[in-house]
């Protein structure tokens, strides 16, 4: 499986800033993912990102306060815009592999743990 | 995607067998079942999945249900190192690029 690292681990922000998370992959990958999960909580998507489109936002979450690049297919970067408290998550980037026996399942990266004060 | 309904909690001995439960009665012909655990603080692992044959590799067994409206993840050897939340996910396999949407899970505790 791709191997999935993420940058920085950990964070701790003043509100009213931005930061830029980084995902790199040890594989090209078609389809990245990037999901936020708020304290005690389950796994939410935030966007899909394909290599030389726009990425796809789900409902709740916009380009302006999440914008995500997808550069090739080995790197994205998400940034948490005017971060406020309620930003406070762990946020995770996951990719989709299409090979063999593993074809379109998920692996994920160990999460960046964002703390806004 | 078919929607999951998953215990919220379980606890299992040290060396037991974990059986974890999914129900998903409303599953169509051509989704699968898949399973994945987070580790506290970690990135969620996928575990196994399998359409209507039982399963197994070298983490778990996966069983469906002939119906295959339920499904049950067996550790059969629990550890300390399984405790954890796991997620029981339906979803089509070949609808690339189309990301996992998890539920809440069931959190599994193993004590010695």
């Known amino acids: 499986s791709a191997v999935i690292s993420q940058k920085p681990s950990r964070d701790i922000c003043q509100r009213g800033t931005s930061l830029t998370i980084q995902c790199q992959v040890d594989s090209q990958v078609t389809m990245m993912f990037w999901y936020r999960q708020q304290p005690g909580q389950s796994l939410t998507l935030i966007a899909t990102?394909?290599?030389?489109?726009?990425?796809?936002?789900e409902s709740g979450f916009v380009i302006d306060k999440f914008p995500i690049s997808r550069p090739n297919l080995t790197f994205s970067t998400l940034t948490v815009s005017n971060m406020s408290p309620e930003d406070s998550s762990i946020y995770l980037c996951?990719?989709?592999?299409?090979?063999?026996?593993?074809?379109?399942?998920?692996?994920f990266g160990p999460g960046t743990r964002l703390t806004v004060l | 995607d078919a929607k999951t309904t998953q215990p919220t909690s379980m606890d299992c001995a040290e060396g037991r067998a974990a059986n974890l439960p999914c129900n998903h009665s409303?599953?169509?012909?051509?989704?699968?079942v898949y399973w994945y655990r987070q580790i506290h603080s970690q990135g969620p692992q996928y575990i196994i999945h399998g359409l209507k044959n039982n399963e197994t590799n070298e983490m778990a067994s996966l069983i469906i249900t002939e119906d295959r409206k339920s499904s049950t993840l067996i550790l059969p050897h629990a550890t300390l190192r399984d405790t954890a939340v796991y997620y029981c996910?339906?979803?089509?396999?070949?609808?690339?690029?189309?990301?996992?949407?998890f539920g809440k899970g069931t959190t599994l505790s193993v004590s010695s």
């Open positions: 996910i339906v979803r089509v396999r070949k609808q690339a690029g189309t990301a996992l949407i």
């Open positions: 990102a394909n290599q030389g489109s726009e990425a796809t936002y």
């Open positions: 409303t599953i169509s012909g051509n989704e699968y």
């Open positions: 996951s990719v989709e592999e299409g090979s063999g026996r593993t074809y379109n399942e998920q692996f």
